[in-house]
């Protein structure tokens, strides 16, 4: 799944009523996120257990270092494998 522009909590909100669409990838590709706030954080974090739930590893691709300054600040980044985002990802 890739997700795109703002992650904050009226795209959350969104994202959280369709998460049956996407909620079983073990990847997310964040490259495209402009902005992210506790509550998408938090949508993350969700995610991330549910992975972990099922037995897999719960990766980001193209996570910015504002994510990880947040997750880190949260606790939480722990909880992800970190997937530098390539040129043959773009």
Not at 10 to 21: F, G, H, I, M, S
Not at 26 to 44: F, H, K
Not at 47 to 60: C, D, F, H, I, M
């Amino acid at each position: 799944m890739t997700l795109s522009g703002e992650l904050q909590a009226p795209q959350v909100n969104d994202l959280w009523q369709r998460r049956a669409e996407w909620w079983q990838d073990d990847q997310l590709e964040l490259g495209g996120v402009t902005t992210l706030d506790s509550a998408g954080l938090a949508l993350l974090v969700k995610w991330a257990k549910a992975v972990l739930a099922r037995g897999a590893t719960p990766q980001l691709v193209g996570a910015s270092s504002d994510f990880y300054t947040l997750a880190n600040l949260y606790g939480v980044a722990g909880l992800f494998q970190s997937t530098p985002l390539t040129t043959e990802d773009a």
